[in-house]
Structures are given as structure tokens and as C-alpha cells.
């Protein structure tokens, strides 16, 4: 797809792997519609913010009206990155933690995805990617509850591609392994380090993801740290 003079969605935007999105889709020429909690410290003319909670449907379908009303419904780019994780063991996991893991990391996709897909029906063409995570393919000890909802994220996205590929709307699912973000600022035990990949480099994979042919589709797309420890 052609990213110059494009609408798009992302989803968590004030820092991380969402805002070095943001910022490579505005050097692409992309106009670009953050939504997000916070907001984050980057202005352009191309850039704009819209408060929303991905966790809330209700929130989602504001953002999604003032999106229109100041920019467009015409939206052929969605970013699903909004996401975090808690860790901890299984037994000692609190239902909260747990319930509001699955509502924002699986339940704001759906909420956002089906605002913005019937736009992409009609004009016969659309990118969604979804940020799932290394830990939608695999178990993790002390991280069950962000596991399944990565897990989900990816049979969700199969799905949907699945049934959106014929209108010309592509779903692709990213799996990044650990990436040097905020993300580990309330996870015990780990913090972000040089060893990691770089938010910046994500960001790159899922802007070229977006600009390949009509009919070139990358389903899945695993990445990792090569040298995860460092050089030995
Ligand atoms: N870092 C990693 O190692 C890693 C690896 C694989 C996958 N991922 C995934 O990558 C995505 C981005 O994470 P990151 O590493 O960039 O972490 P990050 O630096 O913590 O950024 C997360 C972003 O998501 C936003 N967010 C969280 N909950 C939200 C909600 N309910 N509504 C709207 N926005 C919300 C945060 O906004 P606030 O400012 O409001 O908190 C923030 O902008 C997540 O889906 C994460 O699961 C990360």
C-alpha cells in the first residue's frame, strides 16, 4: 500500500513501539490518528491525538467519531499496539489484573478493529496489524494471563484475516520478542536493556509490512533479539 497521504489508527501512542510508529508513518506522509490514554511528547501538523481507553467500547467509539468528524472515516491503516503485561504466579494472579489484561489487549482489538473495518469494506483495500508478542507462541512461567492473551491475538488476527482477505483487507500479526520499551517498568525481575531489540526497528518491520503490493500478504512476522545475552 501506498502510505503518502493515507489516514491511520494506531493504538498506544504515547511511547514505545506505538509512538516510533507514529513517527515513521509521518515520514511516510501518512496523516496519523493516535489513540491513546496519554498523550505522547511528538507534534506535527500530521499528527493527531484522540483520548481513548482501548479497554472501553465506549471510549473507542468517541475516539472513532472525532476521528471522523476532524480527519475522516476513510481509514485504511490500523495499528493495534496498546497493550501491557502482569506478571506474576498463576495462583497469586489477581482476577482484576487478569480480567483487565483481557480487556485491553484482546477486547480493544475487537472494539477498534470493527469500528474501522467497514470503511476498509467499502473501499476494497486495508492494513490492520496487530502487536501480538513471542509470548502468543509460547508459554511463559509467571506470565499465563498475558500469554493467553497474546495467544488470543493471534487466533483472532488468523481469523480475521481469514474473513476479510476477499475485500481486499489484509490482518497481519506481529510477534516481537523483548523490545527496549516502558514495558518492563512494572514486570519484576526484568528491565529493559541494550541486549533487547530496539522499539525503532519494530516500528520499521510493521511500516514495510504495510507497504508491500495488494496482493503480497505477510500473515505472521516472529522477531527476536539476535544476540539476546549479548556478545559472549
Ligand atoms: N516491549 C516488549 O518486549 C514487547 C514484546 C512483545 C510485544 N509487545 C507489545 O507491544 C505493544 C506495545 O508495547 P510497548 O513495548 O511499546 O510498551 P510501552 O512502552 O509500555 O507502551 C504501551 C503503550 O500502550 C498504551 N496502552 C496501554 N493500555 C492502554 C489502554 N487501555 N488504552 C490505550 N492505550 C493503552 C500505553 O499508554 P499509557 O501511556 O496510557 O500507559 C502505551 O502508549 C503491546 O501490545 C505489548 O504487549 C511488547
Redo the contacts with the bound molecule.
Sequence with gaps: MEINNQIAVV??????????VVKLLIEKGAVVAG????A?DFQHDNFHFFS?????ED?VEDAFQQTKSKLSSDIRILI??????VAGKFEEMSSKDWKSMF???VH?IFYVSKRLVPAMKVADEGHIIN??????LNGVANFAG?VG??HAVRGISHSMYMELRDFGIKVST????????????EIEGTI?NEN??R?QD?ALTIVQTLETHPNYFVADIECRPLRPKGKK
Design positions: 493504538t498506544g501512542v504515547s511511547k514505545g513501539i506505538g509512538l516510533e489513540w491513546g490514554r496519554n505522547p481513548c481507553d482501548v479497554s472501553d471510549s493495534n499496539n496498546a497493550g501491557y503485561g480487556d485491553t489487549n480493544g502487536i501480538a508478542s513471542i509470548a502468543g498475558y492473551t497474546k506481529i510477534y516481537p520478542g523483548s523490545t527496549q520499551t516502558n514495558f518492563f517498568d529493559a533487547m531489540m522499539p519494530v
